[in-house]
T-cell receptor, first 116, second 108 residues
């Protein structure tokens, strides 16, 4: 158990509404990531963070923003949700100082988002 | 650019051995991960290869050839619970690029 949670676990919203997903970790990992997973596309990186207030874009960042104001929380915001953002969103963490290696990413349980 | 290929689906019999291949062409390479993902669940870490060769962990082994851009995951003594998707991912500087995943179905 890598001590990572996501909230909410399920959400249904309407097109045009803002949505914020939260990722919370308890083990002081440096790196945090947001992915989306869609049939036929696998996992794709949206944004990631390498420290408090330090973030960068991934492969599919358009329409998403992130914030990390403290080590344990990484927020993903859809400013105006669209139906193409219906997906399963996974948060991941890495940067442990021991174990399988600092590069190994551990995933949260996921958030299933439906935009109607 | 990044290109990672793995078969979409495979079927195998309980008790048998199955090999899931992954080929990659990426800009940057620090290592290759394999993850297992059961339907409706999060991916879980299986193995990480940095150097060429075979890494064995119980019933699971993973092989890497960096010169060929090739890896495989070998599952021995298949069990029904091994029915899942297996994700190959290339690590390039703290960022992972995933293949589309291979859905493995284990039949009795």
């Amino acid at each position: 158990d890598a001590g990572i949670t996501q909230s909410p676990r399920h959400k249904v919203t309407e097109t045009g509404t803002p949505v914020t997903l939260r990722c919370h970790q308890t083990e002081n990992h440096r790196y945090m990531y947001w992915y989306r997973q869609d049939p036929g596309h696998g996992l794709r990186l949206i944004h990631y963070s390498y420290g408090v207030k330090d973030t960068d874009k991934g492969e599919v960042s358009d329409g998403y923003s992130v914030s990390r104001s403290k080590t344990e929380d990484f927020l993903l915001t859809l400013e105006s949700a669209t139906s193409s953002q219906t997906s399963v969103y996974f948060c991941a963490i890495s940067g442990r100082t021991s174990g399988e290696g600092t590069d190994t990413q551990y995933f949260g349980p996921g958030t299933r988002l439906t935009v109607l | 650019g990044q290109n990672i290929d793995q078969p979409t689906e495979m079927t195998a019999t309980e008790g048998a051995i199955v090999q899931i291949n992954c080929t990659y062409q990426t800009s940057g390479f620090n290592g290759l991960f394999w993850y297992q993902q059961h339907a409706g669940e999060a991916p879980t870490f299986l193995s990480y290869n940095v150097l060429d060769g075979l890494e064995e962990k119980g019933r699971f082994s993973s092989f890497l050839s960096r010169s060929k851009g090739y890896s495989y995951l070998l599952l021995k003594e298949l069990q029904m619970k091994d029915s899942a998707s297996y994700l190959c991912a290339v690590n390039a500087g703290n960022m992972l690029t995933f293949g589309g995943g291979t859905r493995l179905m284990v039949k009795p």
